[in-house]
């Protein structure tokens, strides 16, 4: 009797996956992309051209048209958002300023 009961015969063998473990994910980023805006975060562009960035979480495109232009952007994607080049986060004020105006 073999002190692994026959596991190390075992560790060559590929692991079996059903289809549902991707069909899972699939549907767990639908989800995700899916749901609404928890709470918006201000950014304003800094740049000379037009620029768009994909929110890693949400996978919200978010357009920046022209240098000054101001986005609300969901906070799952703010902490990403801040390390692009040419953006900032907008003053706290302005971005309560525009939520006010657009209920």
Known sequence: MGCCN??????????????SNTTGAAVARTMISGSPVKQAVGFE???ET???VLGPITRTQ????HKGARLEVDQRDASYLSGVPNLRR???AAAERRLKKHP
């Open 50 to 52: 037009a620029m768009t």
């Open 90 to 92: 907008a003053a706290k």
């Open 45 to 47: 562009y800094l740049g």
């Open 62 to 65: 978010y357009r920046f048209a």
């Open 6 to 19: 026959g596991k190390r015969a075992l560790m060559g063998r590929p692991l079996p996956f059903s289809s």
